[in-house]
């Protein structure tokens, strides 16, 4: 893992995160990609993994942005409240928008209309998690349109049990096909009210896919529909092949007796996101860059 120490404020580091998470590729993900290019079978598939992690290296070494479609960046603020935190996170934003650069994707979602800043109402995307630690922590998940325009939330009759949220989760990804650019992490989020199902789905994208999930249960789910799935034979960029999902990370909250909430979250090939951990001390950051 690749760790930075730098003196820096909350803009300055909101900026190097999102730098981090757009020209660095996650090290856990870098060596899911290599290891499904190493046995893809299917030599369409294997040219496009050798393509993906070709245009790595190249974004890596230049320091651009690994995908055109930079993304809507949505932050994980772990500890302590702080009110000026968002403030700073929407001036690192707008300076790493100019910077980087970033494309300015936020727009009104009735006119269109996009003032180049990757701001706007409701912009920058903040969830505040709660936490014992003395320390504030910092993550960013940046998601583009071609995986995130795939989500789906189905409110299934508690009677389709484990067996019809499996099918739920298959369909999803089958029917979402090349548009979410596989081979990607699926995140499944099961329970909760309808609105929580959603945000779990996406918030376990950002942790990584090397962690074992601690619910043995949730964890033999992600087993099964990892098979599954890489036997569909979607494939690469939907083109065919054995490398149709590097992971499947699935989190569930409780819910009403009377309903199970499911969603599906995608994360493409290049699930972005970058952490940093604020102390008493210097920022540092856990990337854990695959080069």
């Given at each position: 893992m690749s760790v930075i120490k730098l003196p820096e404020s909350i803009e300055d580091v909101v900026v190097n995160l999102l730098r981090l998470a757009n020209t660095k590729l996650p090290q856990d993900i870098g060596w899911a990609l290599e290891s499904a290019a190493a046995w893809e079978p299917n030599a369409i598939a294997s040219t496009q993994l050798g393509a993906v992690l070709d245009n790595v290296r190249k974004a890596g070494l230049l320091g651009r942005p690994m995908c055109q479609d930079t993304g809507i960046p949505v932050f994980y603020v772990k500890g302590g409240y702080d009110p000026s935190i968002a403030d700073a996170i929407a001036r690192g934003v707008e300076r790493a928008t100019r910077e980087i650069p970033l494309r300015?994707?936020?727009v009104d979602p009735l006119t269109r209309e996009n003032?180049?800043?990757n701001l706007g109402?409701?912009?920058p995307v903040i969830h505040h998690l709660?936490?014992?630690?003395?320390?504030t922590e910092i993550t960013v998940l940046v998601k583009g349109a071609g995986s995130e325009n795939m989500t789906r939330l189905g409110m299934l009759?508690?009677?389709d049990g484990v067996a019809g949220v499996m099918r739920f989760v298959v369909d999803a990804v089958l029917d979402a096909g090349g548009r979410p650019c596989p081979p990607g992490v699926v995140?499944?989020?099961?329970?909760?009210?309808?609105d929580e199902c959603v945000a779990m789905a996406k918030r376990v994208l950002a942790r990584p896919i090397d962690e074992e999930n601690p619910d043995p249960v949730l964890r033999e789910m992600e087993e099964d529909l990892f098979v599954r799935l890489n036997g569909s034979g979607l494939g690469p960029?939907?083109?065919g092949g054995s490398a149709t999902v590097l992971a499947v990370r699935i989190d569930k909250a409780h819910c009403h007796t009377a309903s199970l909430p499911v969603a599906v979250n995608i994360g493409c090939w290049a699930t972005r996101r970058a952490s940093v951990r604020l102390g008493a001390g210097d920022a540092v950051y856990s990337q854990g860059a695959w080069l």
């Open positions: 300015p994707n936020t003032d180049g800043r109402r409701g912009m709660p936490s014992d630690g003395d320390y009759d508690p009677s995140g499944v989020g099961i329970g909760g009210m309808a960029m939907g083109l």
